[in-house]
T-cell receptor
């Protein structure tokens, strides 16, 4: 299957700082990328959907000014957690959907964020 | 709105035995896709099997097979000859057909495999 990478795989930051997470589709073009958040022992919760070259669509309850998403190219999407707080500590997963694919979307390995 | 329900938070199976994980869903759409994803301790999401709603034949992938009951909106996963490496969280998911919309996930079932 196609490969999606995420960087960094884990990050620890101080409260009030901003953290950027990169998501790259390595061998396919992802017209749509999804960002999920997963708390321990819970399912994946969709945060936002981003389409290349346009603004992201955020799910209800997700602050768009806090979780900035940029999808500037068909192979790169970034999630920036601004002014991070301990409650933002979580596991963040991105996923890319290839052009014209309605079947399989490919997941990154996730990024563990810990805010002190 | 579409929903996906997994009623078994945890399941356990003996190595080499067979186990079935349940999933039901609710939708008014006629065109959609159903998936089972595996999330091992590494937390990398791995596609196990997928089913197109328009196909009557149940999907199979080696030791993994599904029982797709469209009228009952049921989509169970059967794992045969269970192996220790099958231990993981399993998520059932739905996507509306003809779209690049997001996957809707169930809450997951944690599968343990006993040696």
């Amino acid at each position: 299957g196609a490969v999606v990478s995420q960087h960094p795989s884990w990050v620890i930051c101080k409260s009030g700082t901003s953290v950027k997470i990169e998501c790259r589709s390595l061998d396919f073009q992802a017209t749509t990328m999804f960002w999920y958040r997963q708390f321990p022992k819970q399912s994946l919760m969709l945060m936002a959907t981003s389409n290349e070259g346009s603004k992201a669509t955020y799910e209800q309850g997700v602050e768009k000014d806090k979780f900035l998403i940029n999808h500037a190219s068909l192979t790169l999407s970034t999630l920036t957690v601004t002014s991070a707080h301990p409650e933002d500590s979580s596991f963040y997963i991105c996923s890319g959907l290839p052009l014209s694919s309605y079947n399989e979307q490919f997941f990154g390995p996730g990024t563990r964020l810990t805010v002190l | 709105a579409q929903t996906v329900t997994q009623s078994q938070p945890e399941m356990s199976v003996q190595e080499a035995e067979t186990v079935t994980l349940s999933c039901t869903y609710d939708t008014s759409e006629s065109d959609y896709y159903l998936f089972w994803y595996k999330q091992p301790p590494s937390r990398q999401m791995i596609l196990v099997i997928r089913q197109e709603a328009y196909k009557q034949q149940n999907a199979t992938e080696n030791r993994f097979s599904v029982n797709f009951q469209k009228a009952a909106k049921s989509f169970s996963l059967k794992i045969s000859d269970s192996q220790l490496g099958d231990a993981a969280m399993y998520f059932c998911a739905y996507r509306r057909g003809g779209s690049q919309g997001n996957l809707i996930f169930g809450k997951g079932t944690k599968l343990s495999v006993k040696p």
